[in-house]
């Protein structure tokens, strides 16, 4: 009904945030002061999303949460903020509520920043096995920041490195010559973007940039995955026993 959407578009704005309980401790005041200042009604829910808590039993906690919000599916995009595994699990509650609610992501990690922001899988792990339960269901929109990737530990900045170095050695000669030459910096710096190192220039925008356009490159053309050759998939015969 027009009456009704236009309606809703003159209420005050209302936001659900379903974020990761590490990036909460981390920034949550920062995201609470944001919508208090932009007079946003908003309800968030920080929660442990790792690949142990990876389950229905923590989307079904989301839907309950997002019912007694009394969201609007139409007007009011469920916001996700952490890394991979809460956007996978945000995402798919946000699917099934009322047949698809639409709904943002905020990556917080190297690797969701320029591996989950720009696909349109999500799902949870199910009886040992990962991401056995999902859909394709992609986000209105990514929001991407970098500084927030300057918080997280080493040994998952070298993750998200792994991701694009699969990715430059599949697609992009380009992208692996910036990882010879910058791939220290960019880790001892956590692709953050300093003066005073004219050599590197802006290694890290000009990496990330790449790998996301790579990525989407691959994806854009078998975005519910028709076809399983991809090479996107690359490494995930093991990977996945790896990451359980």
């Not at 469920?78 to 905020?106: E, F, H, K, Q």
């Not at 209105?140 to 920041?145: G, K, N, Q, Y």
């Not at 430059?168 to 220290?184: C, E, I, S, T």
């Not at 973007?193 to 691959?218: C, K, P, V």
């Amino acid at each position: 009904d027009p009456q009704q959407i236009e309606l809703a578009s003159k209420r005050r704005l209302r936001r659900f945030i379903v974020i990761d309980e590490v990036v909460d401790k981390l920034y949550g005041s920062k995201v609470r002061a944001y919508f208090r200042e932009n007079n946003v009604q908003h309800k968030i829910l920080s929660l442990p999303t790792t690949e142990e808590t990876k389950s229905m039993d923590l989307v079904l906690n989301i839907l309950q949460e997002v019912q007694s919000f009394s969201l609007d599916r139409r007007t009011e995009p469920i916001i996700a903020i952490g890394g991979g595994v809460c956007l996978d699990i945000a995402g798919l509650a946000a699917s099934l509520y009322r047949r698809r609610t639409p709904y943002i992501r905020v990556p917080t990690t190297l690797l969701s920043y320029v591996d989950a922001s720009v696909g349109a899988k999500n799902g949870v792990n199910f009886l040992q096995c990962k991401n056995k339960l999902g859909g394709y269901t992609p986000p209105v929109a990514s929001f991407l920041d970098r500084s927030f990737i300057q918080s997280i530990p080493r040994r998952h900045i070298s993750n998200g490195l792994g991701e694009i170095l699969k990715m430059a050695l599949m697609k992009h000669k380009g992208l692996f010559d910036l990882l010879k030459n910058h791939g220290k910096y960019l880790l001892d710096t956590k692709f953050q973007s300093y003066n005073g190192f004219a050599r590197h220039g802006d290694a890290a925008l000009q990496t990330t940039r790449i790998a996301i356009e790579t990525m989407l490159e691959e994806l854009a053309p078998n975005l519910w995955e028709d076809d399983l050759d991809r090479l996107v998939d690359f490494g995930h015969l093991i990977s996945p026993e790896l990451e359980m």
